[in-house]
């Protein structure tokens, strides 16, 4: 039992080692600097720079925590401070439904409602109202965009954001509330200069786990973000192509090329790196705040 | 006056914010449903894809449907079999050690390992040991990515039970290991239950960790419980095993990817069943919770 | 269920409670209470442990809302105004009637904050206002000396005595007309909990004390007047003289005795 005890934990080690194994043909021959920074992918000749997939990767999940986090913290706010059991008893498993929904499932939906909507709805209207704002601007748009995919994934991680802040709210002590309350504060104020003022560290833990998901997620951004480096995008509405993405639609080409499936491992490697970064950074967060209780 | 109203205010914006959550989630589901509903037939389902399925022609998804029962069943039972050890030692053997926190911690950095990577490890395992794209490979691999979500789910369930119950035990002269089998293992056999069902759900689903280890195929995998089983059961098993298998999520991928509107809509049909079997296996894993957890000692 | 004893008109008594009883998830936890609190004096609540002191505290500034499952019937006047009225504004009721709990339980703020938080949610003047309240808050509850020099330092680095003190300036910062103190030195080493009580005496000049109490010694030194409850129910009540010198029931007298 030791035995399988001792594996299950080292699994993960493992497998970092592995990548780290694999990996090493090609960082041998390119500098890691070089590969990250790198702005071409261009196996065949040779060239491995992964900037513009690093870059996509921020620019779905930054969007995503942008959309999600305001919804999040305010339903999780909800939850805790407003809601009675029955209630709570109704939401909280319908929001861990939403968690066990397939990512292919996710990227169907996307295809279905949100890439049309963009295409059709949105993005006319933007290239027309909103040429100015920085971001958001958009010429003629496919639907398969950032957007697209920052909405999908965004909506995939609400339930990890909103069940952690709810835990994390569900915490603090209710003397801190009654204290304020004795005061004669009503419970906006309550929450929002004592309860949260005490989550915080917890509440951003909740988004960084939320974020180390995102990340990771492959399949349903796959689906509608569009796959393409032509340009580093400037706008929601181009199209990018995120790590995990490239990892998936070039898997199968590993053999022909030299270096690539080392390559493609390094991308996984990297990948792997700053999701764990993410997620060893909120756990501590949480295990301090936790710690520090009162 | 003013306080009043703000708070008011709030109020109505923290539940509205619920309330989007809950809309987007019902109407996710009621996207799929409405699109894949027309395709849903018994044909879907039992009939494995012809030569052109892919570009109109006639056939089922078969091979999908059953390739992914056989790939979660499997990766699944693998999972168990390593899991169990896991948590009876975690909480018998280790209890409260700081071996025991460490595994947790390794344990749950696992749970956060994207399944992209998931898979690209089990690809190289799977070369390594010189196999081709095949169930078995996908059953390993998606078995690495339960993993740490069965042994959250069933350690949550054993922590419940209380050390009351092993100091008992060592009191009647059980041995640590009489313990951690007979009496931690029974008790916590429905939270074996519950988290075998939440893993199931989740490796059934996953589509990055098996698109290159399970590889695809028309066929639908072959059943092992045939005859030859018994009497060839290296070549029995290596034919359901050692093949390529297709698997719902891949397959949905595929169809959706192709330019024909018919072959599109199947792929909502077998969204929707993927959908099907996911919620089910999570909302059966919850009833089972509330309804076995009413037995056991706390 | 004996009345008030004392033969006085609604002025002298601040709060009036008439016929205040609650019920708790069915249970009946408060019965039938009628009884005057009287301005600027120090009132204490003695009984057996938890049988409905702390309770018949919350219900005076409202705090039972908060408890789900309550459910209050009876009335409680404030200057002869409901506050179980239907419509009140219940965080006004609390502003008028402040409460101090047994342990200190600190905002996550700066010390000034702590006392400067009730003031801000009122619209309390500027800073210099803000200032002025907070200093003279903290003087009236005897911990200036000790803290003007940090105000800004985070509340958790005092020590329990000076956090209670440090609830007692917050409580006072909003201006109430009635202090309600639950068992506010049980917490407290022998020195501290001196120095509350001293406070207290003083603090009546100006604010209506009630205070719950297992303490009769402390009930002896310092109140005015004293409510026995036991089980929910009021069982005698009159001046501090009155009870400790010759209480009218036996009961009284019995734990009056055993409680020396």
Redesign the interface.
Known sequence: MLAITTFSGLLVLLIAAALYLKARPLLGIHKLGSVILGSTWSPSNGQFGLKPYIIGTFWVTGLAAVLAVPLCVLAAIYLSEYAGPRTRAVIKPIIDLLAGIPSVVYGVWGVIVVVPFISDVLGPYAAIHWKRIPFLAAEDTTGFSILAGGIVLAIMIIPVIVSVADEVLRAIPTECRYASFALGANRLETVTKVVIRKALPGLVAAVVLGVSRALGETMAVLMVVGNNVEKLPTSVFDRAYPLPALIANNYGETMSIPLYDSALLTAALVLMVIVLGFNILARVVLLRAVREGV | MR??V??TC??A??????G???V??L???W??AA?GWHTLSWALISQAPTGDYYMGGGGGIANAVVGSIYLGVGATLLALI??V??I???RV??DGSRFAN??R??????W???????G??G??IMVYFGMRASLLAGIVTVA?LE?PIM?RAIDEAANIIPRELDETAYGLGSTKFET?VRVIGRQVLPGVATGALLAF??G?????SV??TTGATDNVPQSIFTRTLLTHPGEALSATFLKPAST??VA??QL?NTPFEAVQNR??GA?LI??IL??SA??LS?VLSASLGKHIIR | MTTAIRKENMDVNHIKIEKLNLWYQGTHVLKDINVGIPRHQVTAIIGPSGCGKTTLLRCINRMIDLFPGTRAEGRVLLDGFDIYERGVDVTAIRKRIGLISQKPVLLPMSIFENVAYGPRIYGAGGRKKLKETVERCLKTSGLWEEVKNRLKEPATRLSIGQQQRLCVARGLAVEPEVLLFDEPTSALDPMSSMRIEQEIVLLKKSYTCLIVTHNIQQAIRIADNVLFVSEGELVESGSAQEIFESPKKAFTQAFIAGSM
């Open positions: 306080r009043r703000m708070e709030f109020k914006i923290t539940c509205a914010a619920t989007i959550i809950v987007i989630l109407t996710i589901i996207a799929i699109k390593l899991s050890p896991v009876l030692y975690l053997y280790a460490l595994i911690g390794l344990l749950d950095v696992l956060g390992v994207p399944s992209i990577v998931i690209a490890f690809f190289m690495m993993l042994i951690a759900g989740r059934v689903g996953d589509a990055a698109l290159f719902l999520p949905i991928f959706l792929a909502y969204a993927l959908v996911v919620l999570s909302i919850r």
